[in-house]
């Protein structure tokens, strides 16, 4: 299976990756938890992308593709990923059609988590994030999933969501037109509970060929 998820910020798409990942056994790619790793560890990558992810603006295509391209390359992902985060703009799912017609491996699936703005914004605002193992969690001191330090990410601050709902608005949501053109799109609701969201994301792709 080759999936990609897009949705607003805060839609639960990571949360869902994991568990879809898991489902179909294929490796859950995901750009902002790479440059997140890459932040901590001070590395070169991690330099260059903070100044954009701290404003909510997106990092360079030139950053975000040629990594995405080398994870690509992994040997975990040659049966199948979850692209999680990427795409997010058309000249990057124009990239992505290039590699996948180069490999003759097309997506299976591109799957949308669509929510209400006032969600989003009510999500974000109380979500916290491990510094450990990078789950969100709400309303809790220590991560319910390892018990790390949990801490509110820069870009979930108040000023930063305002800002990354428009970059979606403005860059990411054009690409759903795009897939839906090729065919590729399913949408689901992302209101409701982690289980019937997945359950409902698991019967959509059921639908698909893989
Ligand atoms: P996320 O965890 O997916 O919300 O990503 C956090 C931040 O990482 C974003 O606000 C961007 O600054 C950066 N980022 C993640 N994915 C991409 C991408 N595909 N293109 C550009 N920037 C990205």
Redesign the pocket.
Known sequence: MRLVLVGP?GAG??TQAQFLAAHYSIPHI????I??ANLKAGTELGNK?RE??DR??????AI?NEM?ASRLEEADAVNGFLL??????VA?AEVLRAMMVEKKTPLNAVLEFSLPDEEIVARLSSRRTCRDCGAPSVGVDKCPTCGGEVYQRE?DKAEVIAR?LE?YAEQTAPIISFYRNEGLLISISASGSVEEITANAISALSRVAQ
Do not use: I
């Open positions: 910020p798409k990571g995901a750009t902002g938890d440059f997140r992308a954009f992810m909510g603006e997106l990092v360079p295509d975000t995405v999680d985060g990427w795409p997010r703009n990057q870009d990354r970059v």
